[in-house]
């Protein structure tokens, strides 16, 4: 079966991280009225927090990323994908950040949600998540487009690639951040030529930070029919996700980075 369509009908088990005992007590009435969540423990700590992803093995970690302690939030995100490589984070953020945002995602979390959200956004992320995607609300991912302009044109004026212009794929392998420069391989080349004329207007509206709706919308078709063209090119890209589909179709030339 399917993973995203068994992940629909399944409990998500989550670990709730905040310092503050009435943040968590609110935080988990609003995701237990979700039928489909089910908070199996919370830490107050990052410390407990890696702890605790090490004994449940949670589907979802939501967590702040400003909790201070011994250990920062960006130390937390891989320690605690390190001891629970299953479970994927949710970061809650009061911060207009960018870098932070940035490095969050790069460090291995699946989604940011503004505390200044509505809390059905929140729920709509972690369901996201869950069933195996990315996500980031307009703003921040047009946070996160700037930052990838930062990167493109610091990496062209020292003529060096690190770490930070990578970000790894839930696969184990790495998505490079900067566009390439001369012809596209071969191998991309013959995934891109795959794609059809109606796939391509999917990509570039992505690429413009849209959600399904809106490209219906602009498209003139279902939501639906909108989610069976991702599910195509996913599998013709061999990206796992929209982020993915994001940085691929930006380091390719398939869509624009917004302005």
């Not at 069933?131 to 307009?138: F, M, Q």
């Not at 195509?232 to 624009?256: C, H, M, P, Q, T």
């Amino acid at each position: 079966m399917n993973p995203r369509l068994e992940a629909v009908n399944q409990v998500i088990r989550l670990l709730l991280v905040d310092d503050q005992s009435i943040v968590r007590e609110g935080l988990r009435l609003l995701l237990e009225n979700n039928k489909n969540i089910k908070v199996i423990a919370e830490a107050s700590s990052y410390d407990e927090a890696i702890a605790l992803a090490l004994k449940f093995q949670p589907d979802i970690v939501l967590m702040d990323l400003d909790l201070g302690g011994n250990i920062s939030g960006k130390d937390c995100l891989p320690e605690v994908l390190r001891v629970a490589p299953h479970s994927r984070i949710v970061v809650l953020t009061g911060t207009p950040d960018t870098d932070l945002h940035f490095e969050s995602i790069c460090l291995g979390a699946s989604g940011l949600v503004h505390k200044l959200e509505a809390s059905g956004v929140l729920l709509n992320a972690i369901h996201q998540v869950h069933r195996g995607e990315v996500w980031l609300d307009g703003t921040l991912m047009a946070n996160v487009l700037r930052e990838l302009w930062r990167i493109r044109d610091h990496a062209d004026k020292v003529n060096s690639i690190t770490s930070s212009h990578l970000i790894k794929k839930s696969n184990g392998t790495f998505i490079p951040l900067y566009p390439i420069s001369g012809p596209i391989p071969p191998e991309q080349d013959q995934k891109i030529a795959l794609l059809t004329n109606r796939e391509r207007e999917v990509i570039e509206l992505i690429g413009q930070g849209m959600r399904n709706q809106m490209i219906a919308d602009r498209l003139y078709i279902s939501v639906i029919t909108v989610r069976h063209h991702l599910s195509s090119i996913f599998s013709k890209l061999d990206v796992n996700d929209r982020f993915e589909l994001a940085i691929y179709s930006y380091r390719y030339g398939l869509a624009k980075l917004p302005s």
